[in-house]
């Protein structure tokens, strides 16, 4: 979360992504691989999701309208196949994650999501999509795991 002025006004900005909750069995076997992996900062089991689109920074005034916006998407029951662990490089730090198969229908949900999302007048960050879990971050100090 970030401020920014605009005008007069103070805006609260949040950084946004559209995410598929995990199925609680998929999500426990996914929280067990996190805490084996040294060096790792985990995300708490919670937290984890399938991230399906990022949007990027999004005012607090703008997210009721995102909410609204994503029970449009609809998304059709899929099986999911883990892949290998991952580093994504973020603004200003590094996350680790697991890939996600299978990759079609993944990408074909990522598209539907943004052709929306920037039909209702969202920025959609250009990033190169592919699907994953976020697992955690490196701890202090620490690039690698």
Known sequence: MRRCNLGKELHILHR?????????????????ISERIVGLVPQAQNRLHLTVCFIGDVS?????????IKKKIEVPEFDVELGKLTAIDLLH??????????????????????????????????VNYYPHITIGWPKAG???V
């Open 142 to 144: 620490e690039d690698t």
């Open 93 to 126: 730090s590094r996350c680790w994650c697991i890939e996600v198969f299978p990759l079609g229908q993944m990408r074909v949900l990522n598209s539907l999501a943004r052709k929306l999302l920037i039909g209702h007048g969202f920025g959609v960050e250009q």
């Open 60 to 68: 607090t005034n703008e997210l009721d309208r995102l909410l609204r």
């Open 16 to 32: 946004v992504f559209l995410s598929i909750e995990l199925p609680e069995a998929l999500r426990r076997r996914v929280a067990l």
